[in-house]
């Protein structure tokens, strides 16, 4: 087997606050959104250059708490773009982890995590001031 794609599948319960959190603070851009008539739950993809997630409003489609582990590079300068944003429900710190990276974790208005995740460089990052923000 090879596998092509992983699309982790996060619930969701309420469709603004699902903008709010991951198109206008996250930066994450709709594909496409699903309902199978007016007014019934959404399922929708949304991405962030090639992070795809799938957010689901029904029932059985996620358990709210699940994690998200993504690796990437230029973490400390996307969690700076997001705490200059003053999104007032998050402001995740900066950390560097037992694992030998720079990370950080956003938690979404249903109890998902995201933690994003790049390998710590001591040149690269030697100007970084590492911290927490509840």
Same mark, same amino acid.
């Given at each position: 087997m090879k596998a092509e794609k992983v699309i982790p599948v996060l619930r969701i319960f309420d469709y603004s606050k699902t903008v709010e959190f991951y198109i206008d603070w996250l930066g994450f851009e709709i594909v496409w959104e699903h309902h199978f008539e007016e007014n019934t739950p959404v399922y929708m993809e949304v991405k962030k250059g090639n992070i795809l997630l799938h957010l689901s409003e029904h029932h059985g489609d996620?358990?709210?708490?699940?994690?998200? &582990?993504?690796?990437?590079?230029?973490?400390? $300068? *996307?969690? #700076?773009?997001?705490?200059?944003? #003053?999104? #007032? *429900? +998050?402001?995740?710190?900066?950390?560097?982890?037992? *694992?030998?990276?720079?990370? &950080?974790?956003?938690?979404?208005?249903?109890? +998902? #995590?995201?933690?994003? +995740? $790049? /390998? &710590?460089?001591? /040149?690269?990052?030697?100007?970084? /001031? &590492?911290?927490?923000?509840?």
């Amino acid at each position: 087997m090879k596998a092509e794609k992983v699309i982790p599948v996060l619930r969701i319960f309420d469709y603004s606050k699902t903008v709010e959190f991951y198109i206008d603070w996250l930066g994450f851009e709709i594909v496409w959104e699903h309902h199978f008539e007016e007014n019934t739950p959404v399922y929708m993809e949304v991405k962030k250059g090639n992070i795809l997630l799938h957010l689901s409003e029904h029932h059985g489609d996620g358990t709210p708490g699940s994690r998200v &582990f993504i690796w990437g590079q230029g973490i400390a $300068e *996307y969690h #700076k773009e997001l705490l200059d944003k #003053k999104y #007032k *429900y +998050n402001r995740p710190g900066l950390e560097k982890t037992f *694992y030998g990276a720079v990370s &950080f974790t956003v938690d979404d208005p249903f109890g +998902n #995590k995201i933690i994003f +995740n $790049e /390998e &710590f460089d001591e /040149e690269k990052h030697k100007d970084l /001031e &590492f911290f927490s923000i509840h």
